[in-house]
Nanobody, 118 residues
Framework: VQLVESGGGLVQPGGSLRLSCVAS????????MGWHRQIPGKQRELVAMINRSGRIDYADPAKGRFTISIDNVKNTVYLEMTGLKPEDTAVYYC?????????????WGRGTLVTVSS
């Protein structure tokens, strides 16, 4: 499974960005997709995740500001971010879980940088 992110960039505080991640390869076996981020100097952390059935989980910093969605036909997961704050500055990584015979395999994209600054 290959993951390619896009949509990062520089945005002012209070602004919005939409991240996209396209999955290719053995996509029928992918059951969960999501976004993590790594803030400089900190460990990578979950932002939001969604499964093929539409079940969604958000980390606390994302609740009320970020919206994750998935297009199962396009094998694309989106992260709509609003009300961005400087502390949201991070590299955002797309994540996918492939389920094969009961074993889950993780895949990561290369990341896209989001910078929130005036």
């Amino acid at each position: 499974v290959q993951l390619v992110e896009s949509g990062g960039g520089l945005v002012q505080p209070g602004g919005s960005l939409r991240l996209s991640c396209v999955a290719s390869g053995s996509t029928p076996t992918v059951n969960v997709m999501g976004w993590h981020r790594q803030i400089p100097g900190k460990q990578r952390e979950l932002v939001a995740m969604i499964n093929r059935s539409g079940r969604i989980d958000y980390a606390d910093p994302a609740k009320g500001r970020f919206t994750i969605s998935i297009d199962n036909v396009k094998n694309t997961v989106y992260l709509e971010m609003t009300g961005l704050k400087p502390e949201d500055t991070a590299v955002y990584y797309c994540h996918a879980q492939q389920l094969l015979i009961g074993v889950s395999y993780p895949y990561w994209g290369r990341g896209t940088l989001v910078t929130v600054s005036s």
